[in-house]
């Protein structure tokens, strides 16, 4: 069923009651409200006039005998405005005499109920009115009163003729005032952000309230915001303060403040009120917008940082070359992420190679190439160090130029930083499989430019596509290193098998030829029993390293004289010193050195070091074998004045099939330093590769436990 007060699908009829009484004002809003209307009142005529020409109202509902200005005079005013002239204006009165009824509907009236008004048929009453009732006087009648209204207008006119002016003064600065507040907040929807809002609207507002100055107070972001109009501010008198407040949320203050002898008047707090509440809306509908808007700015960044990713990644799976897929991640950086983008890797021996700087401006093209000489050590302090020891990003939002020099590692790396001139940055890491692979550091130059955390995820995700990309090309490039290595080792094995089948093809032809001659027969024997002894090692080592790699390998170990193992690997060694006529120093200690290790284990591994050492060592060539206790530790070097080992290969020497000389040029098989690391880390033991470089010779350094239990792998 549709209520009395809404019969237009359910909009509410907005009422107006004019009622200096009240109790009168409770009981006919209780009813009215019950019925579905909406009641606004008014304690006395001109502000009743007031609040019907500042808010739209369907009818108006007038107590005739009003303070100062009764309900005659104030239905006569209220008629004068074009506005109100259709509004239905109906009388109530309890004091009714003789033709009051009459002057009433003759002063503009569209009815007139008496008091006490009937509950149950006043809402009835009050949806008649509004559908269109009216109530009216005869002709002739209307006249007789209606020359009595005016007689009484004039005279009431005349006598309060400067009462009617200060009146009318009154409702026009009223006036002009609340259009003042509405011209100050009218686009409470528009689209502008809180401080653009304030900066606009206050000065406005503190015009229509005739303040020095008025000052917004947020909860949230925290401050003020002045709007000031008259100076000097420092001789404000009075002070008002007004809550701001939203849906109950409160918001903040608004406060307005006077001159001497300018402040508010009493009637003033209801305007002030009014605009307070402005304001709040005016407020609230600005943080709404900047919501919108950051929100709308977020989800298009979001858009735009998917798509640049999925962009990405098909670049960065393009290739499968390492070094072309560093310089892909600084180029794809440069300038959606960064300004300029540094890529340092990880090397196997723990140093930092710098592989790519790329700046967006090529004005400082030569800055960033200087950049490129200044690699930071993983043992030092700085947000890239810092990033390869950790695993762990880094953001420096902001970087003053104080602190340039805490970061410089010497004046030359300072003058490259200051010409940069970095505002932000961020350390991210490359990670791959658990391993750190490097780290790229996405620097900020432009001045408006502050790394924020969606700045490092967005980074963090490019990173990690290109760790994936680099660890495909550095598998593949493995891969293909061993796909090398492979090749190489069995055309070497090959040329090995066939060098040495040609001496024992040799022998075994001159055995058959000089049969009865006892030195050559001799000869050939010892030549044919060389390259057997060395084929026999050859295949041996093939087999230890196969039987090392499936866990078959059992260590015998028992106490030995490590002079006596020594001695042994020097025997086996020894004609190939000699074929190439080279000189070998022994050093060992008076005292034994007594050691608990699988004796032919510990020999195959001597022996294969001297024999590398003669590989590479040309002839007249040095080679020194020495040993000695450290603590509870054996130490046995072989040290040699052969061809050395570049630094970047002193970390893969001991990897299965890897050469550091071409193939042909006295290299061998690249398994003999494999079996020896396998051997000496089943001892428990360790052994390392050194060399100043290439033609600087090279030594290998052995460290065995003295005593262990017997270890089975």
Known sequence: MTQAGAPHGGKREKLLYIEDDPQSRTLVRSVLEAAGYEVMEAEEGLSGIERALREPVNLILLDLNLPEVDGHTVAAILR???????????????????????????????????????????????????????????????????????QRLVLRLLAQLDELKRLNNHVEERARRLEEIHEAVRDLTSELGLDALLKRMLPSVARALGAAEVIVELHQPPGARLAPTVEPTSLVDVEWKFPLAVRGRPLGFIIARYLPGSGPTPEDEHLFKIVANHVAIAIENARLYETERAAHAAAEAARRRAAFLAEASAVLASSLDYDATLSEVARLAVPSVADLCVVDMLEADGSVRRAVVFAGDADKGELASALRRHVPDTGSLGSVAETLRSGQPL??????????????????????????????????????????????????????????????????????????????????REAHDADRRKDQFLAVLAHELRASLAPIASGVEIVRRYEEEEDAVRRACNIIDRRVQYQTRLLDDLLDLARIGHGKIDLQKTELNLASVIANALDVTRPLVEGRQQRLSLSLPETPIMVTADATRLEQVIVNLLTNAVRYTPSGGLIWVAAEREGDTVVVRVRDTGQGIPPEMLQRVFDLYTQVGPS????????????????????GGTVDAHSEGPGRGAEFVVRLPITGGPRTT
């Not at 309890?94 to 149950?120: M, N, Q």
């Not at 009115?129 to 009648?141: I, S």
């Open 80 to 150: 004068t405005f074009p506005k109100l002239s259709a509004t239905p204006i109906v009388g109530i009165t309890a004091y009714a005499g003789e033709g009051d009824r009459e002057r009433t509907l003759v002063a503009g009236c569209d009815g007139y109920i008496p008091k006490p008004i009937d509950v149950d048929r006043f809402p009835q009453q009050i949806t008649e009115f509004l559908a269109g009732k009216r109530e009216r006087v005869p002709a002739d009648t209307e006249n007789v009163f209606l020359r009595d209204l005016n």
């Open 395 to 476: 953001v420096i939002a902001d970087i003053p130029d104080s602190l340039l020099p805490s970061i410089a590692r010497d004046p030359e790396h300072l003058r490259v930083l200051r010409g940069l001139a970095p505002k932000s940055a961020m350390v991210v890491p490359i990670l791959a499989r658990g391993r750190t692979l490097g780290a790229i550091t996405f620097v900020a130059v432009e001045a408006g430019r502050r790394y924020e955390p969606a700045d490092l995820h967005f980074a963090e995700d490019l990173t990690a596509r290109a760790a994936l990309a680099l660890d495909n090309a550095r598998l593949y």
């Open 664 to 683: 042909g040029e006295g290299g061998g098989l690249g398994i003999g330093l494999a079996l020896v690391q396998r051997l000496v880390h089943l001892h």
